[in-house]
């Protein structure tokens, strides 16, 4: 995949994209979660390999060719007709991404094979993290002015930075990892699952503090409107959803509803498909080496020096920043919880007590 500037067609045809295999044969790696789920933690931890491309939610770039295949509904579930749009064009925007850098990525990554040493020990690949600094590089390198641009030459070998394995994190897109997972069985998707009180509580703390209620219900409703519009199953399971309230605990039970329709999407999906792995956030909290060594090994990548330093420079502040789940919600919203697990096909995945997060995870 060539690094200019612009995608041609050349650079985005099927034999490109697949090194003369198959589009269904190209290796890449897909995070998914719900937000606030601690998808950062699992891209950090993966972009400490010197062998691996991390892209953070790439389709919030302008430019980003995933920019319009996930333009809402699209994530939340496909309506007739949108899976031909994507057999179409999903792969030219992988390519697109694969051969780019962005404006939301860790900038600059750990040490990369692909790095010039002498630009990194400069500190020159700080440049690429400010915005303002490729904006005046780009009277020199036009390719830098927008939200994604090619690695340039003088930050990195193209040639090795082209083998370098893609991972892609996406947030709040059940109905596209549910598709990759059905369309392209060498991606490796990793699930990434939180106790429903952590999520409520980074949602409370992140998102409805800077938010009237009665503006989230109503978003939140005609998201579930949405889904049960074109999936009979997550209807019936929403029930009435003209009757939440905010006098009614509305506002938690349609956030846990889309939670429970997001996590169970993609678990259906990928329950019992070799390149489907499920880490819950609170594995990295009860057992971050282990669990980082599992996710090396789910996406086929060796497990190094630097990746084994920083889990272990981070392990103990994970653990200690946690608390039994009933201790970060209310009363009430610990009884939702229960009524949403009891019974369900995820509830194994928790213990009564479960230990969980504190972190709100809005850092990058």
């Known amino acids: 995949m060539s690094a200019s500037s612009s995608a041609t067609s050349s650079e985005l045809s099927p034999s490109v994209i697949s ?3 198959t589009r269904e044969g190209w290796d890449y790696v897909l995070i998914c979660s719900n937000g606030s789920s601690g998808g950062k933690r699992l891209l950090s931890t993966l972009d400490h390999s010197p062998h691996t491309h991390c892209r953070n939610e790439p389709y ?3 430019g980003s060719p995933f920019r319009p295949l996930r333009e809402f509904p699209r994530g939340w579930v496909l309506a007739s007709g949108q899976e031909a749009d994507l057999e179409r064009d999903w792969d030219r925007a992988v390519a697109w991404t694969a051969a780019r850098q962005g404006d939301r990525d860790f900038m600059p990554s750990p040490p990369k094979a ?3 040493g002498l ?9 690429l993290a400010s915005r303002r600094a490729r904006r005046l590089l780009s009277t020199l390198s036009p ?3 927008g939200d994604e641009w090619p690695l340039p030459w003088w930050a990195g070998n193209r040639e090795t930075f082209r083998q370098a394995r893609l991972v892609m994190k996406f947030n709040q897109s059940p109905a596209l990892v549910r598709w990759v997972l059905e369309n392209r069985p060498r991606v490796k998707v990793v699930h990434l699952v939180r106790h429903p009180a952590g999520c409520l509580n980074s949602w409370h703390r992140r998102h409805l503090a800077n938010n009237p209620d009665h503006f989230v219900l109503k978003n939140n409703l005609h998201r579930l409107r949405v889904v049960a519009e074109v999936d009979a199953a997550a209807a ?10 905010l006098e009614n605990g509305g506002l938690d039970g349609s956030e846990l509803l889309y939670w429970w329709y997001a996590v169970t ?14 880490i819950r956030d609170e594995d990295m909290l009860l057992d971050a080496a282990g669990t980082a060594r599992r996710l090396y090994e789910a996406c086929g990548l060796e497990w190094t020096g630097p990746v ?8 103990q502040n994970w653990a200690r920043s946690s608390a039994i789940w009933t201790e970060l919600v209310p009363e009430t919203i610990q009884l939702k919880v229960r009524n949403l697990l009891e019974g369900s096909e995820i509830e194994s995945f928790w213990e009564s007590d479960q230990r969980v997060s504190r972190v709100d995870y809005s850092w990058i």
């Not at 400069?122 to 440049?127: F, P, Q």
């Not at 084994?308 to 392990?315: F, G, L, T």
């Open 236 to 245: 019936g399971a929403f029930g009435d959803i003209d009757r939440m309230t």
């Open 265 to 278: 999407t993609v678990h259906r999906s990928g329950e019992g498909r070799r390149q489907y792995t499920l």
């Open 114 to 116: 692909h790095d010039r």
């Open 60 to 62: 919030n770039n302008q």
């Open 19 to 21: 090194d003369g295999s």
């Open 143 to 145: 390719a830098l002015a």
């Open 308 to 315: 084994d330093k920083y889990v272990e420079s981070r392990a």
């Open 119 to 127: 630009a990194r020990s400069l500190g020159l690949l700080n440049v």
